[in-house]
């Protein structure tokens, strides 16, 4: 069974940063090296959302307008991990955040077509 565990969440000043992590097991890592890893978010009262995703290793990547040239999704194969740094945070990036991963995708940006998701680290930034 695949499992994710993110890490890196907390409380930071809009103009700060994080990086989050999402430790993937259960599969090998020439597996999990051609999964799709994606990160969304969901603040209160809001819908999940698509934040950032990697096709495969060394695939491609996307973003939400939202955090285009803010955010950066990366991978690192050999940890089976995937990451994301969050700079110049806003107040309405408060969220929790989720990465997830599935075998293959017709869209890396469609929540619905992950298999496999974390628990959520939750990102809070204070104004």
């Known amino acids: 069974q695949v499992q994710l565990v993110e890490s890196g969440g907390g409380l930071v000043q809009a103009g700060g940063s994080l990086r989050l992590s999402c430790a993937a097991s259960g599969r090998t890592v020439s597996t999990f090296s051609r999964y799709a890893m994606g990160w969304f978010r969901q603040a209160p009262g809001k819908e999940r959302e698509f934040v950032a995703a990697?096709?495969?290793?060394?695939?491609?990547?996307y973003y939400a307008d939202s955090v285009k040239g803010r955010f950066t999704i990366s991978r690192d194969t050999a940890k089976n991990t995937v990451y994301l740094q969050m700079n110049n945070l806003k107040p309405e990036d408060t969220a929790v955040y989720y990465c997830?991963?599935?075998?293959?995708?017709?869209?890396?940006?469609?929540?619905?077509?992950?298999?496999?998701w974390g628990q959520g680290t939750q990102v809070t930034v204070s104004s």
């Open positions: 990697n096709r495969w290793s060394g695939g491609s990547t």
């Open positions: 997830a991963t599935t075998a293959t995708v017709a869209s890396a940006t469609n929540q619905y077509e992950y298999e496999f």
